[in-house]
């Protein structure tokens, strides 16, 4: 080897030896859709002013058809039936830690939020239910939140001053997740004139524990409901709407349920 040669060679090694370390190219695979889809899904609802135009738009019509409402006579004193969770109270804040976390929902740390009642309000629903109560309509809470969360809930809803936020007017899950018992006995005292939620279950019975190809059909056939006694709120985190996706098979796993939800996935 002449001088020449040793000295290209020692020139190629110091400049290999000199050159920083790239990391190591790796293909990036496809993401799981639970549990930090949630976060996406709860980033949206936080920060996007489209989720607050439609919250507002929601309420907007429901003052608009409570005007035409209360003008109606009556045989009972008219009620408004709502939802809690993501209709009247967010809890964005409890889907973003435990999405983070890697977690999926547990009534642990349900309870554990819950517990806080921490709740800010949904946008448009607290000016819409002091409407509401100033035209004499009362207003009752049907909730699947458990009976160990009344008082937390009570001090949230309170804490914002919602109308009727009392142990009267707040009906939580007994042995069922079905509401429509509960609607059925305000029904038997008062003139339901609108209900509100968001999920298609606080509506109707026919709505809950549906296939998506029924709950598609049912969702249809209600059409002119919507926007008239029915005020659907918007929510992407969690819902029947994700369930149905999954045949409510809750126990199964997050790769398994990942893996049904891919597959309703449509794609080009």
């Known amino acids: 080897m002449n001088k020449k040669t040793i000295f290209i060679t020692f020139i190629i090694i110091l400049t290999l030896a ?3 370390p ?23 609802q936080q920060r996007s002013s489209e989720y607050k135009a439609l919250c507002f738009q929601a309420y907007n019509t429901a003052t608009l058809r409570l005007n035409e409402y209360v003008q109606q006579s009556t045989d009972k004193p008219f009620a408004i039936v709502t939802d809690i969770d993501e209709t009247v109270l967010d809890n964005s804040p409890y889907t973003v830690h435990t999405a983070l976390q890697g977690q999926a929902y547990s009534d642990r740390t349900w309870q554990e939020w819950t517990a806080k009642a921490a709740c800010d309000t949904v946008p448009g629903a607290l000016t819409f239910l002091k409407y509401a109560a100033a035209k004499g309509v009362r207003v009752f809470y049907i909730t699947n939140r458990a009976e160990n969360e009344r008082a ?11 109308p009727d936020a009392d142990d009267q007017h707040l009906l939580l899950k007994a042995s069922t997740s079905s509401k429509e ?18 999920n298609l279950g606080d509506f109707a019975a026919l709505f809950e524990k549906q296939s998506y190809a029924q709950r598609e059909l049912n ?4 059409a002119a409901s919507f926007g008239s006694r029915f005020i659907v ?10 369930g149905t996706l999954i045949n409510f098979q809750y126990q199964l796993s997050q790769p398994q349920q990942d893996s049904l939800l891919k597959g309703q996935l449509r794609d080009y």
Request: charge should be positive; charged fraction near 10%; hydrophobic fraction near 45%.
């Open 152 to 162: 937390a809930t009570l001090q949230n809803l309170q804490r914002w001053n919602f």
């Open 219 to 222: 969702t249809e056939n209600a």
């Open 181 to 198: 018992t509960r609607r059925l006995q305000v029904a038997q005292t008062h003139n339901i004139i609108m209900l509100l939620g968001d």
């Open 233 to 242: 709120l918007p929510n992407p985190m969690y819902g029947d709407w994700l």
């Open 22 to 44: 790239q990391p190591a190219m790796v293909q990036s695979p496809r993401t799981a859709l639970l549990p930090y889809g949630a976060a996406w899904a709860a980033l949206w």
């Open 18 to 20: 000199c050159k920083t």
